[in-house]
């Protein structure tokens, strides 16, 4: 058995946690509305994603290029539907991306945005982009170092075909969501101080933080999009 589950219970999961999401809202004085629920898609097939939608998911999230493709077909263009990339930029995907998703959340490093800046250039478009921070400063995660996000962000508010809107993070496992309050604190705080740097194409409108074990904590703490799959989809094979 694997622990594939049906659509029923996908639909059944999609709406508790959207439902989760607008109690946690309320309870910290936050608007429903400024919070976007992106469903982490990666391994699950597009019908499975079908359902999610049913169940009133707006944005999907997806980690691989190829899979992503897929799925988009499958599912076909859809106004009310947005693709985000959350996954890590390798290199020579940089190019494909650009333009397919309305929202790359892993930007990582200046070079990367130079690629994606050319590439959405040459096409004419504007790409928007979420800067990742590595908040923990952990050797094994992607992002920037929070001493590496101010002159990165000088260097990002040049880059003409580049719209950065705000921060992504995950922070360090824990095994009390409790734990990841004062993270995504900082990261708040954070976004709010880049804010101030008066920076003229810079935005930081936008946090992206919070996955299936502690989306509701950081909602209270100001995220405006929560990353879940697992609680939604069920536990990933790989
Ligand atoms: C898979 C993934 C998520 C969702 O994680 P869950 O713990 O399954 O909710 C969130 N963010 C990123 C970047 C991911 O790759």
Redesign the pocket.
Known sequence: MSAEIGHALVVQHARDILARIERAARRSGRDPAQIRL?A?T?GVAADKVQAALSAGVRVV?E?RFQEAVGKMAAIGPRADLEWHF??QVQRRKAKSIVGIFQLI??LDSVELAQELNRRAEAVGIEQAVLVELNIGGEASKAGFSPEEVRPALRELDRMTHLSVRGL?T?PPPTTDTEQARPYFREVRERAQSYDEMGLTRVRMDELSMG???D?EVAVEEGATFV???????GA?DV
């Open positions: 992106v982490a990666k999230g980690n959350l996954g959340h892993s992504m995950i996955m299936s074990n989306f990353r879940v799959g697992t609680a939604i989809f990933r």
